[in-house]
Structure formats: C-alpha cells, structure tokens
C-alpha cells in the first residue's frame, strides 16, 4: 500500500490542504465552501483507487486548530477510500497492477 503525503497550506488566509501526487497535487479547500473543488478533488481520488490502494498522512500535524482539522478529515477519508475500494473490487471496478 502506498502512503501520500499531504501538506496544511494557508493562502490569503484560507486554508488548502495538499495531497502530493505524481502528476499535480489534489487540493482541497477546509476554510472555504467550494463544493466544486471539493467534488473535483474527490473525483481524482476516486481515479487514483482504482489504480492502487492508497492512505494519505499529513506531513506535521500541529497544534492550531486547521491543523488538527486536517488529521481529522485525513483520518476519515482514508476510512472512507478504503470503503470505497472495498466497493470497487466487490464490482471488478479497479485495474489490477501486475508486477
């Protein structure tokens, strides 16, 4: 299983937090509502768990509060993906990697 890491981000004073990947970080919007952002970042996971089983970890959990948020999410979104890709292998939804 792969781990991604994931990195708290403060522009303008709103609040990202960055999941690094090969081709272009997901981000996600935690200060502002941006439903489409939060759909689109989704969306790109959801491609990624048919690829491969995966968990993110945020790179410095912190004691501010976005930053305890973050782990927060981060710990039910890995609940979540591995729900999902749970689902997908149940329907021969995910792409096999062979090595």
Request: charged share 30%; hydrophobic share 40%.
């Amino acid at each position: 299983m792969v781990t991604l890491d994931a990195t708290l981000e403060c522009i303008e004073e709103k609040y990202f937090l960055k999941i690094n990947v090969e081709r272009e970080p997901i981000t996600i919007p935690l200060s502002d509502d941006n439903p489409s952002a939060v759909k689109s970042a989704f969306n790109k996971l959801i491609q990624r768990i048919r690829m491969e089983e995966f968990t993110i970890k945020l790179d410095k959990v912190g004691e501010d509060l976005f930053s305890m948020v973050a782990n927060e999410y981060l710990t039910q979104l890995n609940r979540e993906i591995q729900e999902v890709r749970s689902q997908m292998k149940e329907y021969d939804l995910v792409i096999e990697q062979t090595q």
